[in-house]
């Protein structure tokens, strides 16, 4: 059994590459997953996604490059593997005829675990789905199947979990119940890898975020780190009265905008708000004092990782174009 287990790498991922005859779903993929963090792996619909998570949790052997998880090998020490990770897929993956506490046991089985009454226990009061251990699954709820799905992945107590879209098609009010959850999961020691389409979810949860992109991973960073490189705020004055006439044209420097009769906007980038000095924010109310004009409210926003990916993205679809004419030009 070949073993090179790094600290500061739970899961380590080289070089995967998954061919779907000419389809590249899965291109070149290297990353290092860190103990303790929680990881969003964003993209689009088809981006590989859940294709890459399929190569690290044994569902698709055949593909080259290499993954492991504590240094072990996931194709030649896949015993081994399997016992350390854990995956929550999107589909319910349950027998809908058994009860909660059966779905639970049974899974407990497949790892020489049968009956394991503590761990159910155990789990279903961390869930809070105590008082269903005997209800029939069908009459649970949809944000109780969520996480009866995630207890049944942890049966077998896995040090890494791989949550394959959480939140795709709940509610607002259930995602952020869920979001605690994983948060919950985080604090007590499991690393956390989540698959998501939504850009929110990534920036509430996620440590580090891995832009994912017709197989390619575009760009892997601290969540904060994206936000401070790429994220703007937004910050409307509204004055008691119209915005005088020339106001607007004598912000030498400012770059505001009369978005109503009595509105001053600006854009301003995330590393502007923190510089040295006045930043433009500052700036911006005080020409407005200066002036005697009174302010009634301000109102500010944060862009999201959307406009983030966006860039991304596009960026990454613009180089993939240069690359394709420089292949053209260079044939
Ligand atoms: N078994 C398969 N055979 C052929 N093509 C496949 C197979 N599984 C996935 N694909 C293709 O591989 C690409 C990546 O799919 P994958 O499911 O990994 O994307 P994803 O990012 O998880 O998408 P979603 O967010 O919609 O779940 C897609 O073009 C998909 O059609």
């Known amino acids: 059994m070949s073993r090179r287990f790094e600290a500061d790498s739970l899961l380590s991922i080289r070089h995967v590459t998954k061919r779907y005859g000419d389809l590249v779903a899965v291109d070149d993929v290297s990353l290092d997953i860190v103990p303790g963090e929680i990881f969003a792996l964003l993209g689009p619909n088809g981006a590989g996604k859940t294709t890459l998570i399929g190569c690290i949790t044994g569902m698709i052997t055949r593909f080259e490059g290499s993954v492991s998880v504590a240094g072990y090998d996931v194709r030649d020490d896949y015993r081994v593997t399997r016992r350390l990770v854990g995956l929550v897929p999107q589909e319910l993956n349950y027998d809908a005829f058994f009860n909660?506490?059966?779905?639970?046991?049974f899974q407990g089985g497949y790892f020489g675990n049968y009956p394991n009454k503590e761990r159910v226990d155990e789990l279903l009061e961390q869930f809070s789905l105590a008082d269903k251990v005997d209800q029939n699954t069908r009459w649970l709820s949809g944000g109780m199947k969520r996480r009866l799905m995630i207890c049944k992945a942890l049966m077998h107590d896995p040090v890494l979990l791989f949550l394959d879209e959480p939140t795709a098609g709940v509610d607002v009010e259930l995602r952020e119940e869920l979001w605690d959850y994983v948060r919950d999961l985080r604090d007590r020691g499991t690393t956390i890898v989540l698959t998501t389409h939504y850009i929110e979810e990534a920036e509430e949860l996620a440590d580090r975020v891995g832009i994912i992109n017709h197989g390619r991973l575009v760009r892997v960073a601290p969540r904060d780190e994206l936000m401070a490189e790429f994220g703007t705020?937004?910050?409307?004055?509204?004055?008691?009265?119209?915005?005088?006439?020339?106001?607007?044209?004598?912000?030498?420097?400012?770059?505001?905008?009369?978005?109503?009769?009595?509105?001053?906007?600006?854009?301003?980038?995330?590393?502007?708000?923190?510089?040295?000095?006045?930043?433009?924010?500052?700036?911006?109310?005080?020409?407005?004092?200066?002036?005697?004009?009174?302010?009634?409210?301000?109102?500010?926003?944060?862009?999201?990782?959307?406009?983030?990916?966006?860039?991304?993205?596009?960026?990454?679809?613009?180089?993939?174009?240069?690359?394709?004419?420089?292949?053209?030009?260079?044939?």
Not at 235 to 246: A, I, Q
Not at 256 to 285: F, K
């Open 233 to 331: 705020r937004k910050v409307e004055v509204y004055l008691t009265d119209d915005v005088p006439s020339g106001f607007v044209a004598s912000l030498d420097g400012l770059d505001v905008e009369q978005s109503d009769a009595n509105c001053l906007s600006m854009i301003v980038e995330e590393r502007e708000v923190h510089r040295e000095g006045a930043s433009p924010v500052e700036e911006l109310l005080r020409a407005v004092l200066d002036a005697g004009l009174a302010i009634d409210y301000v109102e500010g926003g944060r862009t999201s990782l959307e406009q983030i990916f966006r860039e991304l993205v596009n960026a990454d679809k613009a180089n993939g174009a240069n690359a394709k004419g420089a292949d053209k030009e260079g044939a």
């Open 100 to 105: 909660v506490r059966e779905v639970l046991e």
